[in-house]
Structures are given as C-alpha cells and as structure tokens.
C-alpha cells in the first residue's frame, strides 16, 4: 500500500518577538519577488535601505500584542488545525505542516515527507482565493523543494476554494454566533495586493476604484482574479447567511507602501462607517484561514480603535476558521476524496 500524506501550507511567522528573528523574518517575507516585485534592484534596494532599517522593531511590538504562550499564533492555530485534521484521517495518513517562510519551512518539511517515507501527498495551501502573492507563492516553493528532494513524490494542491460550497458552509457556521447577535453591518475585510498585480495576472484588468465586482466576465480571468474572488466569497456568504445588502461592505487591508492597491481601503471604510450610521461593527477576515498577526492586530486592536474613535460603538472581529470543526470537516472531505481516487 502506497505511504500518503497530507500536507497544510501556510504564510509563516518569526521565531519570536525579537527584533533580529522578525528582521529575518521580513528579509525573506518581502524579498519573495512575488510579494514585492519588479526590477530586483529597486526591490533590493527598497528592501535592505527603506524597509528592514526601519519596520522590524514596529513589527516585533505588533507581535508581542497577539503572541501566545505556545508561539505565534499563526504557528499554533495551524498545528491545532493539524492535529484536528489528522483525527479525522485514517491513522496511516499522515498531516504535516509546512510554511513559506520562516519554519517548518517547505524544505524541512518535505526532508520529513521523504524520511517517513511518503509516496504521495494531497497539498493544503491555506489560502481560499488565487493571488501571485499568496497561493502561488506557497506552491511555487513547495514545487520547487519536491523537484529538489523528492522528485519520485507524487502531489496534488488543492486549488483555490473561494467559492466551494463547503468553504462557503463553514465560514457562515463558524460565524453565526455573532451573526445571531445586534450588530448594523458585517464588514469583509481581505488582504489586499497591489492593483498592479491584478494587471499583470489579468492584462486587460480595468481600474477598479469603486466597491463593485468589475471583473471581466471570462473564466480563465476570473480564475486569477484575486478581486473577483473576494467579491464573490462575499457575495456567497451573504446569500448563505440571509443577509441583505446593506448589511455587508468589503475592504481590502495591509497595504504596503505608497503604490496604488486594491479599493475600497479597510482603514479608511473603519473611520468612514459611523458617519454612514453604522454604529455595532462585525469584521471578518476570510482570506486568512488562521487568525494571525493581521487579523488579531490589524483589525481586532488597530482596525477597534479606529473603528470607536471615528463614533463607533462596538466592534467585533469574527475569529478565522483556524480549526472550527466546520473546517476541519471540510478539509476532510477533500483529503477523502483524494484517498478515494488515489
């Protein structure tokens, strides 16, 4: 019987809160050319004289508000989800953990695949919706880790699942206790990239500026449309959930820099809602799988703190899935699925 494995790849975090461990973690975090692209000299330029002199001790603070006492909580939520994943699985498959950056790094984790002797592994990236700087930057590593030291391995990487059914399901049911409470408008606040990424993964891709779905109504664009994606995740939830129209908005968080990104901007609609009459704020998060450094800092402290200060009067930040048994189970189904055709 073939050896088989499952394999759950996230973004990474430092080794701790320290200054040096996130300065090296940034150093490969934003030298990927996926994350910070275009002429490699302005990037090593950016990088090594605008970025790392400056960012790491604001970064290392950011860290120290959410750290647990376990690690950092995008490390910890992930092995909790591991451990939950694998209960579910026959015993003789196994669940690994891998990260793009930072450790277990994608080397590290298929030396292990290799030691233990797997055959064939069903690849998780941990990421709903298609971006250059995200789901393809995970698989293009672990691609080229297996290609160096496990070329005999078979794989296959789940695609992205913005708008499966199943995803859809868990992200309503883990949701629903806050949705069963008073709240004014559920905001859907994703990760954004540069528009420019947009243009060059959809070369005809129009501007964009106004919150509205404008993407060009052709699968094979749609298919790397990261804009498109949010905005129908979004659009599935609210059906799902029952929700009217005006009882949801979407943002786009974590710019970086001073290029133009994708809008509206999260900072921007927190300050802007009060004076629209949105007073009790939810906040979901659903391009992070795992609540992590951007979901429990950006938005649940910083994103609060806007939120309040601009005439708010509660706010919440709806957990990410992290190891929901709604998620768990809809993992499961696609490994067994796999199991079942392998």
């Known amino acids: 019987m073939k050896k088989r494995g499952v394999l759950l790849l996230n973004l990474g975090s430092p080794k701790s809160t320290e200054v040096a461990d996130v300065r090296e973690y940034l150093r ?11 002429n490699p000299l302005v990037r090593w330029f950016v990088l090594n004289c605008i970025i790392l002199p400056r960012r790491p001790p604001r970064s290392a603070e950011a860290y120290k508000k959410v750290w647990m006492p376990e690690g950092a909580p995008l490390l910890v939520l992930t092995e909790r989800l591991r451990r939950a994943l694998a209960e579910e699985l026959p015993e003789d498959v196994k669940v690994y953990v891998g990260m793009r950056y930072g450790e277990p ?9 290799v030691r233990d002797g797997v055959e064939e592994v069903f690849i998780l990236p941990q990421y709903p919706h298609f971006a250059m700087s995200s789901y393809e930057t995970v698989v293009v590593k672990i691609e080229e880790e297996m290609n160096r030291l496990a070329p005999a391995m078979r794989r296959k990487i789940l695609p992205p699942y913005y708008n499966d059914p199943g995803y859809i399901d868990a992200l309503v049911e883990s949701a629903k206790p806050w949705l069963a409470g008073d709240f004014d408008q559920l905001l859907f606040s994703y990760h954004g990239v540069p528009l ?7 070369p005809d891709y129009p501007e964009c500026m106004e919150p509205v779905d404008c993407c060009p109504d052709r699968p094979e664009a749609r298919a790397r449309d990261y804009r498109h994606q949010c905005f129908e995740t ?3 939830f609210a059906e799902k959930a029952g929700l009217r129209p005006e009882q949801h908005t979407i943002s786009f968080q974590s710019r ?5 990104w994708i809008r509206p901007y999260t900072d921007e609609t927190l300050e802007s809602l009060p004076g629209r009459g949105v007073k009790k704020l939810l906040v979901i998060c659903p391009a992070f799988t795992a609540d992590c450094l951007e979901t429990l800092e950006e938005i649940a402290q910083e994103g ?3 939120f309040l200060h601009a005439g708010g009067e509660s706010f919440a930040q709806i957990p990410c899935l992290n190891d929901h048994p709604a998620y768990v189970q809809f993992l499961a189904s696609k490994v067994t699925h796999w199991l079942a055709e392998s």
């Open 234 to 236: 979004r659009r599935l």
């Open 196 to 202: 420019r990424h947009l243009r060059r993964e959809v």
């Open 28 to 38: 490969e975090f934003l030298g990927d050319e996926r994350v910070i692209d275009g």
């Open 105 to 113: 790094s994608c080397s590290r984790v298929v030396e292990e695949m």
């Open 256 to 260: 970086l820099g001073r290029s133009v």
């Open 304 to 306: 609060k703190e806007t």
